[in-house]
């Protein structure tokens, strides 16, 4: 992902309460954004530039976004690097099993056993 | 939803195994599609017109063919009327406690107990 000097806009993220049902829905309903889901439910958090995705930057920017933004991830910024934690708990508390029954779902797929494309 | 004599095109319908977790998770990450699921968990099979929801009928037609499309309703026509049901056994059969979970996630929201819109 492009650095630059130019400032940023503040990093926003819903409250657990008010994290929507069919913004998650629809954030996990897209393989790429379904890798990083998956990535981060593997480890406490991760720099942006780092996930097993082969998207263009601003496409993955976009992605990032539409998880931060529906409560699925958090982000914060530190020495110009963007790191993402998947919001386990906070999914957990709003919708309990949902976010383990749809990665059980995911992990039937051949998708999820093939290589990243 | 308008009635007319011209040849519709046959309703296709993905076999179990083919049900792709995306396409299911896009059809639910709508609110009236979401409706229909809801109102369909609860009886066997309903004729397309006969839902609550408030939307214009091209609207809905789309709805129900994502929804036709992505493996979680079935569809079959007569007498000149369309009926819909719930895959829930094909939905159980391929990704287990994904449906009755997100059912139970839309429940816990503000949408479910409100008033249709």
């Given at each position: 992902m492009p650095r630059s000097t130019r400032r940023r806009p503040a990093l926003t993220h819903p409250a657990t309460e008010e994290i929507d049902l069919f913004d998650v829905l629809h954030a996990l309903a897209d393989p790429t954004r379904m890798t990083i889901v998956r990535v981060l439910r593997a480890e406490p958090e991760r720099a942006c530039?780092?996930?097993?995705v082969d998207v263009a930057p601003s496409t993955l920017s976009h992605h990032f976004k539409v998880l931060r933004e529906s409560g699925l991830i958090s982000q914060r910024e530190e020495a110009n690097r963007r790191f993402s934690a998947l919001r386990a708990a906070d999914l957990e508390h709003r919708f309990p099993g949902l976010l383990d029954t749809v990665l059980a779902a995911h992990a039937r797929t051949a998708e999820a056993a093939a290589p990243q494309v």
């Open positions: 530039g780092t996930f097993p």
